[in-house]
Every structure is written in structure tokens, then in C-alpha cells.
């Protein structure tokens, strides 16, 4: 048979034949837990995308080195940050990562780490780059996205060439959230803001200032989030 040929005995078998064998999760799986198949785990997750911002500029503004090192440097102090507060790393694409966190305190880790990636940006990345590359003109801002909600995770591609797929609303619009204006940090969901400690909210027993401003996502119907530009001393 030929490519196409191929490619309609497979999709054939995607959508009429397998039929899913779907499980409740309690931790966040690796590809090898699950089939190639029709094969899926439900889970109750929080997603995080922590995204850099104006990285097309910086790269068509800058030597690929130092766009390299604004990369490298982001990116491994989130997932640094994530995994301290129990997220899992699931994807790193390009100038972004993904964690996913599950458990009681889910949400509340989650904002956590978003608050401290915004202080690692702010007293670690920006003074060594600054302290580096004076007179390179760039300042790095970044936007993350946070939701909440039930996931279906199934393993995608084909064999020795696979990787985990996240469907569900927290994974889409935490990604949609981490693209928008860098006004604030980092926004989340109402769903979220609902279900996070008041350390989250306020920092402390002595500040009493909420760190969140609502706000209506426009392009999602008109759905309430919060964004911040607060950030959380490490």
C-alpha cells in the first residue's frame, strides 16, 4: 500500500474501530502508562504555561547566543520553581513550559509557583542578563496562564515517536492565557481564584491586599479572570 493508503488504515482505526479504555488517574502519567491506542486516564489537574514574551523581537533583534541564554535561563528557573511546588514538567515548546499539578493544594501550588517565577524574572534573570549584556536594550517579560478543570491524557504519534497529548479546558486556556498582553504577569481563571488559599491571594497575615485584579477575558466571552504583576520573594 501507499502513504495514503496507510494513513486511511490508521485513521480508520483511530475513529471506528478501538474503542477507549479510560481510567481515573492520581498521578501525572508518563508516555509509557499508556497505550498507543485508544487509551486514556482522566485527571483532575491544574495547567500552567509560563511563556516569554516578544521572543519573535528578540530573536530577529539578537544574536542567537543571547536569545539562547534568555531561553535557557527562563525556562529553568520555572521548571525549577514548578517542580518545588510539586508540578510536573510536561512540555517544554520553544520559550514556554508546562507543568501540571494535582492534589488538594493544586491550584494554590500552582499560583504559588507563577508568583515566584515572576520574582526569579525579576531578581535573578533581568540582573544577571542586565549585568552581562549592558548595552544589549533588551528587558525580558513573560506572561503565565493558569486553569483549572478535568483532563483526558492519551499518548499520541506513532512507535518510538510518541509523546502525551492534555485535552480539556485547563490545558487550552491556561496556553491562551500565557499569550496575552504582558499588562500583568500572570492571569488566572476565575476557577482557580476561587479555589486558591488566601496566602495566594494576599501573600501574608500582614498584608491585606489583594495581589489580583479582575478582569473580563473579551475573546472568551466575556469570561472573569484575574491578572497580577505581584510576585512572591523567593
Known amino acids: 500500500m501507499g502513504l495514503k493508503e496507510d494513513l486511511q488504515t490508521e485513521v480508520d482505526e483511530i475513529v471506528r474501530v478501538q474503542r477507549w479504555t479510560l481510567r481515573d488517574g492520581q ?10 491506542g485508544n487509551d486514556g486516564i482522566n485527571l483532575e489537574a491544574t495547567v500552567l504555561y509560563a511563556d516569554i514574551s516578544g521572543s ?8 542567537p547566543h ?7 535561563t527562563y525556562l529553568s528557573c520555572g521548571a525549577s520553581i514548578i517542580k518545588n511546588y510539586n508540578g510536573v514538567i510536561t512540555a517544554y515548546d520553544g520559550d514556554r513550559v508546562m507543568g501540571v499539578f494535582i492534589g488538594d ?8 509557583s507563577a ?29 503565565i496562564g493558569i486553569d483549572t478543570s478535568k483532563l483526558l491524557v492519551g499518548r499520541i504519534g506513532v512507535r518510538n515517536d510518541n509523546d502525551l ?44 491586599q ?3 485584579t479582575k478582569l473580563t477575558w473579551t475573546q472568551m466571552g466575556n469570561m472573569t479572570i484575574y491578572g497580577s504583576t505581584w510576585q512572591w520573594n523567593l
Open 27 to 36: 498521578v501525572v502519567p508518563e508516555p509509557e502508562d499508556l497505550q498507543l
Open 56 to 63: 519573535t523581537q528578540l530573536v530577529d533583534d539578537h544574536n
Open 66 to 72: 543571547f536569545a539562547a541564554e534568555v531561553y535557557k
Open 105 to 112: 493544594r493544586k491550584n494554590t501550588n500552582a499560583v504559588t
Open 115 to 143: 508568583l515566584k517565577i515572576n520574582a526569579a524574572v525579576s531578581d535573578i534573570i533581568k540582573p544577571a542578563l542586565d549585568a552581562q549584556y549592558p548595552t544589549s536594550g533588551y528587558t525580558l517579560k513573560h506572561v
Open 165 to 208: 497529548v492534555w485535552i480539556g479546558r485547563a490545558a487550552n486556556y491556561a496556553a491562551k492565557l500565557s499569550s496575552l498582553s504582558n499588562k500583568y504577569a500572570i492571569y488566572i481563571t476565575d476557577s482557580v481564584y476561587g479555589k486558591i488559599a488566601d496566602t495566594a491571594k494576599y501573600g501574608d497575615d500582614s498584608n491585606t
Open 210 to 212: 489583594n495581589m489580583w
